[in-house]
Each structure stands twice: as structure tokens, then as C-alpha cells.
């Protein structure tokens, strides 16, 4: 059995060279906890990278881990609907963030709906 190796991100992105060398790991069937505290300033690039390891995992049959994922990260995994498939989806994110976005709750109107015009108000 290959033993898991932990994989920390030591900026504010993620680079080629570790996200390459942890895919590997993935396909084989060997387990990654991916630590990304330090990313600061995250992207479409480290969702992508993300959304890249989740996949090899399944594919490989193996354990992703990933661990210290900010507000900023959360939020953009949360917009993009991968907070599931990263192994993240109870994971507490930013504010205004915890409900599906799209979706109304009961009796409150939907984003961008007007509940009633009035025929004598003058157009904008």
C-alpha cells in the first residue's frame, strides 16, 4: 500500500510542479491531503487545480484530502459547485454564501424580480 503524502501550498497560488507530482499520487491510487492555509489570493486557477485533483482521485480510486481552505477559496469553490466534489461540502465559508445561489427562500422574492410596477410611475 503507498502511504498518503501530505502536500502543502507555500504561496498564495498553487504551482504546476506540486499539483503535477500530487495527480500522479492521485492516479495511482495513493492518498494526498492537500493543504492550502497559504493560499491567500485564490483563482479560477486553484479551483481548476482542485477540480483537476478531485478527479483523479476518483479515477484512481483514491483519498483527496484537502485542508485549511480560506473564505475567499470556499466561496469561489462554492460558486462554482465544487465544494462537494473537493470534499468540502460542509466546510463553512464566506457570508451570504450558505445558500445555493439562485434559489430564493420561501416568501421572499427571487434576485432581480420586481414584485409590482406602478402604471403612472415615469420610465427610467
Not at 500530487?22 to 494526498?32: D, E, T
Not at 480560506?70 to 457570508?95: I, K, S
Amino acid at each position: 500500500m503507498v502511504e498518503t503524502k501530505r502536500f502543502v501550498v507555500a504561496g498564495p497560488g498553487m504551482t504546476a510542479g506540486e499539483t503535477e507530482e500530487a495527480l500522479v499520487r492521485l492516479r495511482a491510487g495513493a492518498g494526498v491531503v492537500w493543504d492550502v492555509s497559504a493560499v491567500t489570493a485564490p483563482g479560477l486557477a486553484a479551483v481548476e487545480a482542485l477540480a483537476r485533483l478531485a478527479l483523479a482521485a476518483g479515477q484512481g480510486g483514491a483519498a483527496l484530502t484537502v485542508t485549511g481552505a480560506g473564505a475567499g477559496l470556499l466561496g469561489l469553490l462554492r460558486l462554482t459547485g465544487l465544494t462537494e466534489a473537493v470534499g468540502l461540502a460542509g466546510a463553512v465559508g464566506p457570508p451570504g454564501l450558505a445558500e445555493p445561489l439562485g434559489e430564493s427562500e420561501e416568501g421572499e422574492p427571487a434576485l432581480g424580480v420586481e414584485e409590482g410596477v406602478e402604471t403612472d410611475d415615469p420610465a427610467l
